[in-house]
């Protein structure tokens, strides 16, 4: 039977290991589109909302502009809380594990109220790569690559031939550097977000400069 799409499950993509291709069918697939593609506007006032309400006054709008990413950064690192996982998942999670990412699995995970954020953070992502550059038309689709591609079953958006923006894999691990912040004090970076900006949309700038 056909699943129902709302944003709770979109929060379950949010798991750096999901590929939305293998859990979900075409047809739903096809219904996540539709529904993210409806529901854009919404969702990108809901997490303008969400950040104020998280810091517990208005301290942040959705502007678009690069520099919008390095001020939201500032405000989230010590808003994302997390929640401590217990020894058995843990375990279980690490037992799961590729060998090669053991290392990257931690105690400590995001709440489903931070992934339905994470998920809302990362359309305010992709909507900055494409406002930044109007003049290319850029604009959200559904990844439909073979399912053993990383970004299958994953809304992107194609900068340029071959290089595509799949900013929900950028949003996540953005936030989850909030978490690691938070349990094992590594350093904040306020300038992950903007830097993937910087690198992404490269391609653009140089062709404006050669077109100049």
Known sequence: MTQKIDINIAANLIKEDTNPAYMYTKKELKMFYEWFMENREEHLKM??????????????????TPESLIRLAEILYPLINGVTISEEEYQERLNNA?????KYIYNFDLTHEEKIFTFLGSIYLGEVIIKSYPQYNLHWELCTLPKNYIFSGHMVINIVKYLDSCPILIFYPFIHGCLRHRFRNEPQDNKYLYTYFSKVTRALRTDEQKKD
């Open 47 to 64: 997490f303008e909302e969400k950040v104020n309400e998280m810091a517990g006054h208005k301290v942040w709008e959705n502007t678009y």
């Open 98 to 102: 590729n060998p090669i990412v053991r």
